[in-house]
């Protein structure tokens, strides 16, 4: 039943779980039937029959890349495909949302007619997830990338859902368009190596300044978030 609460829907929260509930059902509305899916050579590693009784985990395909960074350093990166397209090419797929607020265009309005204008505007105000999902097509060696808009029925309902559009991009060029630069990421990735290399044997929690464009590395004891783990296995 939903809360009697209606504004409570748009609160960081709720936006947040109904985001991430989009996403994953999106990427697996968009496939096709069941019969015409192929599987890898080993199945999924985080499925459980036993625990998930008649239950099918979603489909998707984790693919392992090794990636060599120096003479001494090589990193090996779990990757996600979401489908096929045409058999040949690999696909990730991901979904924007569009939920009420004031100052933004209406995608029923525009989609069609500005579509640009559109992802311009989310890019604006969501370019850390889009270039979040960006890295990871580029991390797993997708072909392609399938980004879905999506909008509620109705304002006022933040369960049921309906899929304006979809587009492809591919990621190289999708990269090129948001200024993402691929040899930037490389660089991020060997910096905190060399960063961590000269740390002591530890645990590290790694965390961005809410106010301010810095990134600070904190040691913390070994048994840091161990204990809310297990509450959440409890439970």
Known sequence: SQPDDQEGINTPERLSLE??????????????????RSNLELPNPFFDEEDNDGMEPASVAYRYRKFVLGTDTELVCRTELHGHVKKTQRMTAFALNEYPTTGTIAWRDK?????????????KNNSFKLAKWTAQSLLS??????????????????????????????PKDFATQITLSEGNMWA?????????????????????DP???ILRLFKVPPGTFEDDDEEEEEE
Do not use: C
């Not at 369960?159 to 492809?168: D, G, M, P, R, S």
């Not at 991020?188 to 961005?208: C, N, P, S, T």
């Open 19 to 36: 985001a991430t509930m989009i996403h994953q059902n999106f990427s697996q509305q968009i496939l096709k039937s069941k019969a015409s």
């Open 211 to 213: 106010n301010k464009a």
């Open 188 to 208: 991020m990735i060997r910096m905190f190596i060399a960063l961590l290399r000269k740390q002591k044997d530890g645990k590290y929690v790694l965390m961005r």
């Open 141 to 170: 060696g997708a072909d392609q990338m399938k980004i879905g808009f999506v909008s509620r029925t109705s304002p006022k309902n933040a369960y049921e859902h309906v899929i304006l559009a979809t587009q492809f991009y591919r």
């Open 111 to 123: 989609l069609d007619s500005q579509r640009g204008a559109v992802l311009a505007q989310e890019l």
